[in-house]
């Protein structure tokens, strides 16, 4: 089985603009640190959205959990990894080691299957991600390389929480919109005090403070392209399929971010590197493609 060419344009649609967001993701951290960056990330793409849309018909504890895997742990995580060093463009990358978190999750509690080419693809990824990590390692920014580890994690596990929401829902599928808006604003609180509590006085205000266009004009394409827009649209998908046909069309993140940091900043990569990126890409081909070639011939890719 192999997700409908409608799905896979628009997972790819998601991916291209998550990658491209790492731009307004380093640009802003130039301004406003990591906790209080994440904080009006959330805070703008639940309001005014909360007053359009009903909350969904889940426990409040499942919109929360979500909110601090997604909100205070991938992107907090993210943005601390990113001020320590690691390069935006490298970090797209990285982080897609999500899909493998995901696909194991749902594997754990779901009791999903995984394809032969998913499974293969999957690691040749891993393989392209260890030459990248080992590159870091070498670099100096080995503290960097795994808190981008580890916010991959706190991803997949809020890929995980989203799939529970649509299985436990009252009143049938939830909406994307829905679960984003308030998702998000139950993340606010955490973010909030977090900033209140260990970065600099004033931090949390400082897009009010010290407003400019440029800072407002990147929190608007990370609040509504890569929150609303993207991680809306990715949870729906999720709950549609298995997390082993979407998640590898994560892959093509750092694609677009790696291209978008070296036009934008100038990043380099070294050619281990180039190397590395080239034999996660081969794995999201085999991942992707292999279920759609196997039902072309007409034979179970998983036999």
């Not at 990248?132 to 929480?161: D, E, H, P, R, Y």
């Not at 949870?235 to 940091?261: D, E, H, I, K, Q």
Request: aromatic content about 12%; some cysteine; charged content about 5%.
């Amino acid at each position: 089985m192999a997700l409908p060419w409608r799905d896979s344009l628009l997972a790819l649609a998601i991916a291209t603009v998550w990658g491209l967001t790492f731009v307004s993701i380093k640009l802003s951290l130039m301004s406003v640190p990591p906790f209080a960056l994440s904080g009006w990330r959330f805070f703008m793409a639940a309001v005014p959205l909360v007053f359009f849309v009903g909350r969904p018909q889940v426990p409040w504890r499942w919109l929360v959990l979500y909110a601090l895997f997604i909100a205070v742990g991938q992107f907090a995580v993210l943005f601390i990894a990113l001020n320590l060093g690691m390069p935006a463009g490298l970090m797209s990358l990285v982080v897609q080691t999500q899909v493998f978190f995901t696909i194991g999750l749902a594997v754990a509690f779901f009791g999903e299957s995984v394809q032969r080419p998913q499974l293969i693809g999957a690691l040749v990824a891993a393989v392209g991600l260890i030459v990248i990590g080992a590159t870091k390692l070498q670099s100096g920014v080995a503290g960097a390389f795994l808190l981008v580890l580890l916010a991959a994690f706190f991803w997949g596990a809020g890929n995980t929480v989203a799939k529970h929401v649509a299985r436990i829902a009252t009143a049938g599928r939830v909406s994307a919109m829905n679960f984003i808006a308030w998702s998000s604003l139950a993340a606010v609180p955490p973010l909030a005090l977090i900033s209140l509590l260990v970065e600099p006085d004033g931090a949390l205000w400082l897009p009010i403070t010290k407003p400019s266009w440029s800072l407002w004009g990147n929190l608007c394409v990370l609040a509504y392209a890569a929150q609303v827009f993207g991680y809306g649209l990715w949870s729906n998908l999720l709950t549609r399929y298995p997390a082993s046909m979407v998640s590898p069309f994560a892959l093509w993140v750092p694609v677009a971010g790696m291209t978008a940091t070296a036009w934008a900043f100038g990043e380099r990569l070294t050619a281990i590197q180039i190397a590395g990126a080239a034999i996660v890409l081969a794995g999201l081909a085999v991942a992707v493609l292999g279920p759609r070639w196997g039902a072309n011939r007409g034979c179970r890719p998983d036999a």
